[in-house]
């Protein structure tokens, strides 16, 4: 029998890793506001995608590390997972800690694809949502790979400054979603 947990981790590995997804600077330039209309829902500034894509960098070379410490400390403090793979939602940095620990530990050769990824301000210089897809391939054996394809939705939050590593950041996750795509049964 399968541990219940094994699909959740694989669908926030794939959340994780799509957080981290570069995306060609063509297709990430942003776009203005027709005139009479706000900002909401429009791309970032470029002053913005650069502080949002340090973020991204930082979780993906914590990602590629296995480095469940400098990964957690992206999310805010009172950040929540859910995930349609589980049953459960997880709530609060430390429980994220603890499920990238374990996740690295039972899976420490899985490999994540980017299809794509795209962000929209939700609220002025202070909420960003990114959609995204990706492809999780999680070892199982010794010669078989399950591919796990996934949307994602992670919301970015700004906040103040903080360390990670030797980067200085100021935005955080405050929320990840992610679920199984329903590709070609």
């Given at each position: 029998m399968r541990h219940p947990v094994k699909p959740f981790l694989l669908a926030l590995c794939g959340v994780l890793l799509i957080a981290c997804a570069r995306v060609p600077a063509v297709a990430q330039q942003p776009a203005?506001?027709?005139?009479?209309?706000?900002?909401?829902?429009?791309e970032p500034s470029a002053d913005l995608l650069k502080e949002i894509d340090a973020a991204r960098t930082a979780f993906a070379e914590a990602y590629m590390k296995h480095d469940a410490l400098t990964l957690s400390a992206l999310y805010h403090p009172d950040a929540a997972f859910a995930g349609t793979l589980h049953p459960y939602w997880m709530e609060g940095k430390g429980s994220i800690e603890r499920l990238w620990t374990y996740y690295f530990g039972a899976y420490p050769d899985a490999?994540?694809?980017?299809?794509?990824?795209?962000?929209?301000?939700?609220?002025?210089?202070?909420?960003?949502?990114?959609?995204?897809?990706?492809?999780?391939?999680?070892?199982?054996?010794?010669?078989?790979?399950?591919?796990?394809?996934?949307?994602?939705?992670?919301?970015?939050?700004?906040?103040?400054?903080?360390?990670?590593?030797s980067r200085s950041l100021q935005w955080r996750i405050a929320h990840m979603h992610g679920s199984e795509a329903p590709l070609f049964r």
């Open positions: 203005q506001a027709p005139a009479g209309r706000s900002e909401v829902m429009m490999k994540m694809v980017f299809w794509s990824s795209s962000l929209r301000v939700l609220s002025p210089d202070s909420v960003v949502v990114q959609y995204g897809t990706a492809t999780m391939g999680m070892p199982e054996g010794r010669d078989r790979t399950r591919n796990v394809h996934m949307r994602l939705t992670i919301v970015w939050i700004r906040a103040p400054r903080y360390e990670v590593g």
